[in-house]
């Protein structure tokens, strides 16, 4: 599975949809169905965090592919990154949102009693929080690790598959980087961030 990830990411985002990332902690464990992802590049993408090159905070982007790149956004919520690409070029995906397909009790206890099941892990913030994942689990190796582990799921068939503009990003907004299941209530709602300006791009 790692030579399938060490691949660009746009090519990697449609293909991590139905896959499976899987979370056991002593409380239980959760595993989530992907249903939308987003690709970020390295120095040739405006809105990757390694535009401007290697830093400590994105140091784990530049690979070995596989591993988790995990940061925090606004200040609020975590988010989780499939690295990806060749090692030593920066390549990541985003995720997105996804599916509980197991441990759903515990999923619903960290997000909240009310959240509706498609709202549980819909949207990167909620998806984390409601698989577990904060900054310890930054560099973790996907495909080792015995916590937190990315398996294939279920294939998913092409004719499902959209492909958008990126969501909430300022630069490099209309790349059509974003990749989600047509139809399905967990995937989140399109947003255009309101500094974004139309740039040229893949």
């Not at 790692?2 to 293909?15: K, N």
Request: hydrophobic share 40%; with cysteine; glycine share 10%.
């Amino acid at each position: 599975m790692r030579a399938a990830l060490a691949r660009p990411a746009e090519e990697v985002a449609p293909d991590l949809l139905g896959a499976v990332l899987t979370h056991a902690t002593p409380e239980g464990t959760v595993s989530i169905t992907i249903t939308e992802t987003e690709a970020y590049s390295g120095a040739a993408d405006p809105a990757s965090h390694a535009y401007r090159g290697r830093t400590p905070r994105n140091a784990i982007m530049f690979g070995p592919a596989g591993h988790l790149y995990v940061y925090r956004s606004h200040g609020l919520h975590w988010c989780a990154n499939v690295v990806t690409g060749a090692d030593g070029i920066a390549s990541a995906v985003l995720i997105r949102a996804g599916r509980v397909i197991e441990g759903e009790d515990l999923a619903r206890e960290r997000r909240g009693d009310k959240v509706e099941s498609p709202r549980l892990a819909r949207g990167p913030g909620n998806f984390c929080q409601a698989l577990g994942i904060t900054a310890e689990h930054n560099g973790t190796d996907l495909l080792t690790d015995a916590s937190v582990a990315l398996s294939e799921g279920e294939p998913v068939r092409a004719a499902l598959i959209r492909v958008g503009p990126r969501v909430g990003v300022s630069k490099a907004h209309d790349w059509q980087h974003r990749f989600y299941l047509a139809g399905d209530p967990t995937v989140s709602a399109y947003r255009l961030s309101p500094r974004a300006k139309p740039s040229a791009g893949a």
